[in-house]
């Protein structure tokens, strides 16, 4: 365990189940620009071929074999300033004609299997510069969503979920625009915007500012990083916000860590739940795991470039004796539900590893964390 200003001078053993490597194709950061998890390609994997054969899954091999299949089905926006475009696996895909070709682009796989990405190049920044695409490329939906978004996750119900750097449009000339002062807004998926983080959080005296990062953690729930944080007046320090968008409920906790480029959550071999830090102020370039509950920390390694608000899918969060009953468009469907975010670290040694945020934290972490009569937030356990 390490709290100090640096790292330590050589890595501990990294905690298993916490990071793996699941890509199964070359990544070049630099020139795939951004990935994600084809949800409809991954329920057609699932639903061929016998894959959700109970007598397939229901060994003890189901939670790697059901694993392994999620590995294959991505979607990339690929190329650089001179021209990119969008790929469903390896079915390339053109992009709409008025795409600038950004730097940091988005590409996300939206619940009913539609595709969405965003153009956060400066020239397109102010217009509309976001589109929801149909499985052949087509446009079926273009909104504005502004500039300085650091993150969008899209969430049930037809939500999108995009967090903003107000402050970083400001650097870099862009005129800061009502939205992004909501610290998150959340569209629908005709581009209009239905409410936001501050104004739904303002209620219990809640406002957040230049959210750094974002990841979805279940349908409806995200945890995200704000630069500043105010509750009851009080502002807290290195925050970590969890918010669930369907009934409103809030909860910051603070961590010795600022300053992160992304945020996960996973489950560690204790089976506590861990909140992973991409590059907190002080960790250049690491990946820091820490217990909110016992107030500990790990070192995990350290990455040359990363890749955020990913999803992934883990089959072990459904029990084996399901598939008994229900069909296998049924299961297909309850396994996708169990999607979360994460992200994507390229290792000094070459290789790729998911950085996940595994859902069945969520469970313990509504006990522990938003269960008033639980005292783990606010004293170390005796183990801690």
Not at 6 to 19: C, F, H, K, M, V
Not at 300 to 315: Q, T
Not at 343 to 352: H, M
Not at 362 to 371: G, H, Q, T
Request: proline share 7%; hydrophobic share 40%; glycine share 8%.
């Amino acid at each position: 365990m390490h709290f100090g200003s640096n790292p330590p001078p050589e890595a501990p053993q990294r905690t298993p189940g916490l990071i793996r490597g699941v890509l199964d194709f070359e990544l070049d950061i630099g020139t795939v620009g951004d990935v994600d998890l084809d949800t409809h390609a991954l329920q057609q994997l699932l639903t061929k071929g016998g894959a959700l054969n109970s007598g397939e899954l229901a060994g003890p091999d189901f939670e790697q074999s059901a694993f392994n299949l999620a590995i294959s089905p991505w979607l990339s926006i690929q190329g650089n300033q001179f021209g990119q475009s969008l790929f469903a696996g390896t079915e390339r895909l053109t992009l709409p004609p008025e795409w600038k070709n950004p730097d940091f682009p988005f590409v996300r796989s939206l619940p009913d299997g539609r595709i969405l990405v965003s153009d956060t190049s400066f020239e397109s920044a102010h217009g509309e510069n976001t589109w929801i695409l149909n499985r052949k490329g087509e446009v079926e939906a273009r909104f504005a969503i502004g500039s300085a978004a650091v993150e969008i996750s899209p969430l049930e119900g037809g939500l999108i979920a995009v967090a903003y750097h107000p402050l970083s449009a400001k650097r870099f000339g862009h005129k800061v625009e009502p939205q992004q002062r909501t610290a998150i807004a959340f569209f629908d998926l005709k581009g209009r915007m239905l409410t936001s983080f501050n104004h739904e959080a303002g209620r219990s005296k809640t406002f957040a500012e230049n959210v750094r990062c974002m990841t979805r953690i279940s349908a409806t729930e995200v945890v995200f990083i704000p630069e500043k944080l105010v509750q009851d007046g009080q502002e807290i320090t290195n925050p970590i916000v969890f918010y669930n968008c369907a009934n409103g409920r809030t909860l910051a906790i603070s961590s010795p860590y600022g300053l992160s480029e992304a945020v996960s959550m996973a489950r560690g071999p204790d089976a506590a739940p861990w909140i992973l830090l991409a590059s907190p102020e002080g960790f250049e370039d690491q990946v820091i795991a820490f217990d909110p509950a016992r107030k500990i920390s790990q070192y995990l390694g350290s990455f040359v470039g990363i890749f955020r608000g990913l999803s992934d899918f883990r089959a072990k969060f459904i029990r084996p004796a399901e598939t008994s009953t229900s069909s296998s468009t049924d299961w297909a469907n309850k396994f996708l539900q169990y999607s979360s975010g994460g992200f994507l670290a390229q290792e000094v040694v070459a290789e790729y590893q998911w950085v996940l945020a595994d859902p069945v934290v969520l469970p313990a972490r509504e006990k522990v964390l938003f269960d008033e009569a639980q005292p783990d937030l606010e004293e170390p356990s005796p183990n801690g």
